[in-house]
């Protein structure tokens, strides 16, 4: 059953990789992404669980020196949130000064290496596939666009945009199908978790499939 969910997975990174082409394709000189172009691999994210299992799997997968060398940035990516939070808690009272501010927390990614590649791009995650191009979220009811501070988009002019909710949606399904699957009680419960990439490449895989993000 994971081999399934996987694939399905994959179906949607395909979507947003060309979906990203195709915009880079008729927008070429306001995408500018390239090689050693790191800027958005310093920042907090987390990832879906189905996600989360995915790249768990392939991580363990990789040779043991590259594992070694990212758990060792992971490490230091952790502390590095933990001192972040603990000077947050000012903002403990104002939930939304509290996620701006983390927000802004410039976090080296574990998968970029000392050589500012990423060492895991094939099986990366779909925000950083579609961080070059305009992508939108909602925020409560609001729909609010993204884009690389780096790129050529200009502010106020319209353009195509990466629907990042409609494949979230997608991805959530497949979290509730792997924890429904694993025999996880209230499957729905924890679809919707977003799961630190530092926190998901140090998990037990099985702890992932079954949801035990607390363990």
């Known amino acids: 059953m994971i081999e399934e969910l996987?694939?399905?997975?994959?179906?949607?990174?395909?979507?947003?990789?060309?979906l990203f082409k195709t915009i880079k394709e008729?927008?070429?000189?306001?995408v500018r992404c390239r090689?050693?172009?790191?800027?958005?691999?310093?920042a907090v994210f987390g990832v879906l669980p189905i996600e989360a299992a995915f790249i768990n799997y392939h991580f363990n997968r990789l040779e043991r020196k590259a594992r070694?060398?990212?758990?060792?940035?992971?490490?230091k990516a952790e502390i590095e949130m933990l001192k972040a939070k603990e000077t947050l808690k000012v903002f403990d009272e104002n939930e939304k000064m509290k996620v701006y501010g983390i927000g802004k927390q410039?976090?080296?990614?574990?998968?970029?290496?000392?050589?500012?590649?990423?060492?895991?791009?094939?099986?990366?995650?779909v925000i950083c596939r579609v961080y070059g191009v305009p992508y939108s979220m909602?925020?409560?009811?609001?729909?609010?666009?993204?884009v690389c501070g780096l790129s050529g988009f200009e502010a106020k002019a319209t353009y195509p945009t990466v629907k990042l909710?409609?494949?979230?949606?997608?991805?959530?399904?497949?979290?509730?199908?792997?924890?429904?699957?694993?025999?996880?009680?209230?499957?729905?419960?924890?679809?919707?978790?977003?799961v630190p990439l530092s926190r998901?490449?140090?998990?037990p895989f099985d702890d992932i499939v079954k949801g035990n993000f607390e363990a």
């Not at 996987?6 to 060309?18: C, E, L």
């Not at 410039?106 to 995650?125: A, G, I, M, T, W």
């Open 6 to 18: 996987f694939s399905q997975y994959a179906v949607f990174v395909r979507k947003a990789d060309i």
């Open 26 to 30: 008729k927008y070429p000189d306001s």
């Open 35 to 42: 090689i050693r172009c790191c800027d958005c691999c310093h």
């Open 68 to 75: 070694r060398d990212i758990l060792r940035r992971a490490e």
């Open 106 to 125: 410039r976090v080296r990614c574990p998968f970029l290496s000392e050589q500012e590649e990423c060492v895991f791009y094939d099986k990366r995650p």
């Open 138 to 146: 909602f925020n409560g009811k609001k729909q609010l666009s993204y």
């Open 165 to 194: 909710d409609s494949i979230y949606k997608e991805f959530i399904r497949l979290s509730t199908e792997l924890f429904k699957d694993e025999g996880y009680l209230n499957p729905a419960a924890k679809a919707t978790l977003m």
């Open 200 to 203: 998901v490449i140090r998990m």
